[in-house]
Nanobody, 125 residues
């Protein structure tokens, strides 16, 4: 059964860092594309980052460029999102999701077919 499980969220002070993990099971990550999204209370879900495994191309929302980094370890079937220099406005539930096509990447939730349950990130002093 296809499954995505996020972990690594928590409470961090402004300027701090976290590393989120998205563990995949039930399919081969090496042939799939994963995106990261977030949703703050009262706001729509927004795309944060995605990457194309075959080319190594990465994409980021303008709000996180230079602070967040997406990476993957196919041997562990896991995708990571490194969050640095966190700001209070980064507070949200973070989700990973499987793109409906391989070798495709987008920051639009509609392009993704399977979602994890999310992990909470709270940035506060």
């Amino acid at each position: 059964q296809l499954q995505l499980v996020e972990s690594g969220g928590g409470l961090v002070q402004p300027g701090g860092s976290l590393r989120l993990s998205c563990a995949a099971s039930g399919f081969t990550l090496a042939y799939s594309e994963i995106g990261w999204f977030r949703q703050a209370p009262g706001k729509e879900r927004e795309g944060v980052s995605c990457a194309i495994s075959s080319t190594g191309n990465t994409y980021y929302a303008d709000s996180v460029k230079g602070r967040f980094t997406i990476s993957r370890d196919n041997a562990k079937n896991t995708v990571y999102l490194q969050l640095n220099n966190l700001k209070p406005e980064d507070t949200a539930i973070y989700y990973c999701a499987l793109h409906r096509y391989s070798s495709r990447c987008s920051l639009h939730p509609i392009d993704y077919v399977h979602w994890g349950q999310g992990t909470q990130v709270t940035v506060s002093s």
